[in-house]
């Protein structure tokens, strides 16, 4: 069973910074895709960004340059540096990992942890 730990959440200041990493454990062959999606209250969820085993990238439209996605492959664990935050990034940000076993793949997510930007 794959587990997901997300960690760096918070309350950050409007035009401030935080990072959030969430890493993966249990029996899987490989991560094929990890990042993050979030969800506002009375919103429903979105893509914040995906980055592939190969290190391709992704962002939803509402990031402008402001996010940046990583990964170490070797700890099975993604990064996102969030800059240039403002009250509409508050959100519950979940970790997302497609992860591939001996019978196929499998989508995964965190527990989610909470992004709180005050104004």
């Known amino acids: 069973q794959v587990q997901l730990v997300e960690s760096g959440g918070g309350l950050v200041q409007a035009g401030g910074s935080l990072r959030l990493s969430c890493a993966a454990s249990g029996g899987f062959l490989a991560i094929l895709l990890m990042g993050w999606y979030r969800q506002a209250p009375g919103k429903e969820r979105e893509l914040v960004s995906l980055i592939t085993a190969s290190g391709r990238t992704s962002y939803g439209d509402f990031v402008k340059g402001r996010f940046t996605i990583s990964r170490d492959t070797a700890k099975n664990t993604a990064f996102l540096q969030m800059n240039s935050l403002d009250a509409a990034d508050t959100a519950v940000y979940y970790c997302?990992?497609?992860?591939?076993?001996?019978?196929?793949?499998?989508?995964?997510w965190g527990p989610g942890t909470l992004v709180t930007v005050s104004s």
């Open positions: 997302y990992a497609k992860t591939d076993h001996y019978v196929g793949y499998d989508e995964n």
